[in-house]
């Protein structure tokens, strides 16, 4: 289950696949109404004839260009809130390959669409604009900690995380990933208050909220590893094996 617990690599390599970076628009795109749109082949804007297309050939690299091409962020943004279902998830998927951080809260909501298929690309799309904060530099601080917790590196990703923290203590994900080692670490109260910490500045990382469960779990504290898991799934109910241990656990407490 740990594949939940924090945005290191787990994301879907069929939508991230040929993505070089992020993409500026151009400003004589044209804007997009949403509430005009439909899901018929006659209203349907032309960002779903590109989202489907996508389905078929699994281009990532045409797919961002022609729709980086055609749409803003913003009306991106509209559109995963306000499109009909196909068009929310065309949108979503866009944000995830084009947007920076500032879409985290459209994200956010995004996993709480009706559409199962909306949420489960709102989660690859929110991990992977959670690297998207900060400076070219701090990004690359970002990855290169993200690669170190991959390696098993973990007290090498601690010390690297830990100075970019005391950088710019605002990033998120520097204590989501700082969190992650301590708790690979055995140092689950560290883990605990560095998820903390990120849910604090990023109040929408289900993930953070996950590896706090995790590591309650492991101080056997169940009651609040109880509570962080449901605050993870509140964030993102597609966390099944997080729904999963929210039922082991009430079960144990009722039987105690």
Request: with cysteine; hydrophobic share 40%; glycine share 4%.
């Amino acid at each position: 289950m740990f594949f939940l617990f924090f945005s290191i690599v787990f994301t879907n390599c069929s939508l991230t696949r040929g993505l070089l970076g992020t993409r500026r628009f151009p400003s004589r795109s044209p804007a997009v109404d949403p509430r005009s749109v439909s899901d018929s082949s006659e209203h349907s804007p032309i960002l779903v004839d590109f989202y489907e297309r996508y389905l078929v050939d699994q281009d990532s690299s045409a797919f961002i260009k022609i729709t980086s091409e055609r749409y803003t962020v913003a009306t991106l943004q509209r559109l995963a809130i306000w499109g009909k279902r196909m068009t929310r998830r065309a949108a979503v998927l866009a944000l995830g390959f084009l947007a920076e951080y500032e879409t985290n809260s459209i994200l956010g909501r995004a996993l709480l669409d009706r559409d199962r298929g909306v949420r489960t690309l709102a989660e690859t799309a929110i991990r992977n604009i959670w690297l998207r904060v900060g400076n070219e530099s701090q990004r690359q601080f970002l990855r290169a900690i993200q690669r170190l917790n991959n390696a098993k590196r973990y007290e090498d990703a601690a010390v690297k995380a830990t100075s970019l923290i005391h950088e710019s203590p605002w990033l998120a994900e520097a204590w989501n990933l700082r969190g992650f080692a301590c708790f690979h670490s055995g140092d689950f109260e560290a883990a605990i208050r560095d998820c903390h910490q990120a849910l604090e500045i990023n109040p929408y990382h289900f993930a953070a909220a996950t590896g706090m469960g995790h590591s309650y779990l492991k101080q056997s504290n169940l009651v609040a590893a109880l509570e962080a898991y449901r605050r993870a799934l509140r964030l993102n109910p597609n966390l099944e094996d997080v729904r999963a241990q929210v039922v082991k656990l009430q079960r144990t407490l009722r039987e105690d």
